[in-house]
């Protein structure tokens, strides 16, 4: 292992936090830190713990297969309320957002308390304000989400289809729909 990968890897060890590739780089120095990235991911890989990118940024984590032996035997789940749960969605899916935005795709309004609890997670913050009136504050969500998630990406938010299929959005019964059409036909 050449001397730049050992440094990497030990920036890596000792950071608190993921790292981008120019973050790393100051710390290293020159070199191909890409190159060096891929070598010591692959180096890693089928270990008890391997070097993982998420949102541009690297980190070691401990193998997921593995994870079960470092749990704590009294976890204490982050139970969100559904309209926190609701609120995240919207961010998530169409960010940056603002909290009118926020209410009127949920048709309802949202208390203060909501977006507090999504900040105070670190899955949310606030992403500048939206020029026009009254400039509206907007909110988008953070590396700490995409990494609590397991997402490199907001692309990579499951969709519709996706959402259907693990049983978490009911299918439309469209039988439904086409009655309710057919009684708004007769009555006109």
Known sequence: MDELVRAIEATLFASAEPLTVEDIAEHVGEGDVEIALGQLAQHYEGRGIELVERGGRWHFQTAPDLAHLLRRTREEPRRLSRAATETLAIIAYHEPVSRGEIEAIRGVQISKGTLDVLM?????????????????????TTQEFLTHFGLVSRRDLPGIDDLKAAGLLDPLDESIFQLQLESEDQGD
């Open 120 to 140: 105070d997670a670190g899955w949310v913050r606030p992403a500048g304000r939206r020029e026009g009136p009254g400039r509206p504050l907007l909110y988008a």
